[in-house]
């Protein structure tokens, strides 16, 4: 029942079913055509050999005793034979009567009735037909098809009723054979389709065959494994292509994963390790007061640099989730981002910040407080970075329909071969420095995560320091101005 239900066998049930009813439809059309072609051919010879006949057709003076009339002959359930008919039969004055020879020799037969119902001419065997329906008839020629025979019944200018026939046994015959040779075309025919068509259908699946068993084998853990497929068509290999990115970054996924899992593993293992290290001192031995403050102090900055880390991962995790929606308001960013500096400033006195704004407000849909937290992250970044004593740079400009932010210091800039990997969660440029200053690497993580949910964009660059500039989109109102 499984493979019924796949597509390899869909398609060739659909092709056969198709193939099937196009063979039905054409060879059932051929023979229909072929056998009107040969009642056609039949009606032409029966209209020729009446016309050649027809002058010879004359009303009688007398009836035939032994010759009964259309209206007096019995029902068609007997059949009744007429004798070839003889000069004497009929009237003396009947000089033109048609040759008996040259219609048997079609294999036609004829009868003739005068316009009372007379019988004047027989000749063959006349099948046992009530013929008085047709004489009643307003038409001039009649064509008809009954026992095995096919008939022209037609009026002679005298009134006379005539009927001229053949009989359909050679026809038929011809017909049941030409029936069995299209029947034996046809289901060669469909033979022939089945198996070129379930050929065509399995060597066009081959790919998709292809692609689930990469499939299979990257699931069951080749995460390096990639579709290849030769002289596949152009469908299947963009079908491939997309796999195989969509592949590339579930690769970088788990890599990622692995990678942060280790990161967090290793941040959290140094303050655990202070923890762990500087209780073990103190229970060693009796200790001072103000050493028991010493151990108690080294625990408490372990313990908020791990706080501090779960709740950037939390936050990370939110945002990425979309489980912290953010609460946005169409408002100009110029206060914003003044109040996000004033903040900022107390972090730390050895470093001013400059403030750049223009005097016309840009307008923006953000969330106020996530805003300030971009900014925060991005000042805390310049001050562990500057030397002491220079200054930290903020400017809000405008480019278009966006608001141009953008935090520079004056430091040593981030190495080139760190640029592509700042905003990644953990990454440190220097570590040990970070270390030392209680940087975890999660802070630009969570700027980019937060203005990217603004429907903006966040770059690093180095211009005399480090410069990272965000674009967000103005509200609509200010773009349009």
């Not at 004489?135 to 009026?155: F, G």
């Amino acid at each position: 029942m499984k493979a019924h239900r796949s597509i390899r066998w869909m398609l060739i049930m659909w092709n056969m079913l198709l193939l099937a009813a196009v063979l039905i439809t054409l060879l059932s059309l051929h023979y229909h055509l072929q056998r009107k072609s040969a009642i056609g051919r039949i009606d032409t010879e029966l209209q020729e050999s009446l016309i050649e006949i027809l002058p010879a057709v004359a009303p009688p003076d007398k009836r035939r005793p032994d010759f009964q009339s259309p209206i007096d002959r019995p029902p068609p359930d007997r059949e009744t034979q007429f004798d070839r008919p003889t000069r004497e039969a009929v009237s003396p004055e009947d000089k033109a009567a048609p040759d008996p020879d040259q219609l048997q020799d079609k294999n036609l037969y004829l009868a003739v009735w005068d316009p009372e119902g007379h019988p004047t001419h027989q000749i063959g065997s006349i099948p046992n037909v009530q013929y008085a329906f047709y004489a009643q008839q307003n038409s001039d020629r009649i064509y008809i098809t009954h026992q095995n025979a096919r008939e022209l019944i037609t009026r002679h200018p005298s009134g006379a009723l005539v009927v001229i026939g053949r009989p359909l046994a050679e026809v038929r015959h011809q017909l049941r054979y030409l029936r069995g040779y299209l029947i034996l075309i046809g289901c060669s025919i469909f033979l022939l389709g089945y198996s070129g068509g379930r050929y065509i259908i399995s060597r066009a699946l081959k790919p998709i065959l292809e692609i689930s068993r990469t499939a299979e084998e990257i699931s069951a853990g080749a995460h390096s494994r990639r579709i290849k497929l030769a002289d596949a068509p152009e469908e299947l290999e963009s079908l491939a292509g997309t796999l195989n990115r969509s592949f590339d970054h579930l690769d970088d996924a788990i890599e990622n994963q692995k990678r942060f899992s280790a990161d967090a593993s290793h941040e959290l293992r140094t303050p655990i390790a202070v923890v762990l290290a500087q209780t073990q001192a103190g229970l060693k031995k009796v200790r001072t007061p103000d050493e028991y403050q010493s151990i108690l102090k080294a625990c408490q900055r372990a313990g908020i640099r791990m706080k501090s880390m779960a709740d950037s991962l939390l936050d990370l995790t939110r945002i990425d989730g979309k489980e912290a929606p953010l609460n946005k308001t169409v408002q100009p960013l110029n206060p914003v981002i003044a109040q996000a500096v004033e903040d900022a400033a107390r972090l730390s006195d050895l470093h001013p910040i400059d403030l750049q704004t223009p005097e016309s407000a840009l307008n923006a849909d953000v969330d106020e407080t996530r805003i300030q937290q971009i900014l925060m992250n991005l000042i805390r970044n310049a001050i562990q970075h500057n030397p002491t004593g220079c200054p930290i740079h903020v400017m809000l400009t405008q480019s278009g329909d966006h608001a141009v932010i953008t935090v520079s210091d004056e430091g040593d800039g981030i190495p080139p071969d760190s640029l592509p990997h700042v905003f990644e969660r953990f990454y440190r440029a220097d570590k040990s420095r970070s270390r030392e200053q209680g940087g975890a690497g999660l802070g630009l993580s969570i700027v980019k995560s937060l203005v990217e949910a603004h429907r903006g964009t966040i770059q690093g660059h180095n211009s005399n320091g480090a410069v990272f500039t965000i674009l967000l989109p103005l509200a609509e109102e200010r773009a349009n101005c």
